[in-house]
């Protein structure tokens, strides 16, 4: 428990750090990169299972004949979840580097 802990409090640290220097988050800034310039593909939700204070998501797609399979985690705080397996859902993802996705 104490590493957890631990792991929570560097991440807040190093947030804390970031912005002092004005570097933003390597994760924040693929997110809204994705958001903002990703193309959008149609795939399925293969998993869902509770992740901390989110949902752990693992989807699949494909692109140029070729499958991908990743996951996201949604923020699923104060509503109840939305995805279910099987479902077809949006998936952003970078078309110079098709394995890098988030759920749209």
Partial sequence: M????????LSRWRSWWQRLLGREDPEAARRRWLRQSGRIIEGEVLDIRPAGQGTLVRYRYE???VEYES?????????ENRYWP????????DRRRPSNSILD
Avoid: H, K
């Fill in 2 to 9: 104490a590493e957890v802990r631990s792991q929570g409090t």
């Fill in 63 to 65: 692109v140029a004949s």
């Fill in 71 to 79: 996951f996201d985690v949604v923020d699923t705080s104060g509503r």
């Fill in 86 to 93: 099987g479902q077809r859902v949006s998936i952003r993802y």
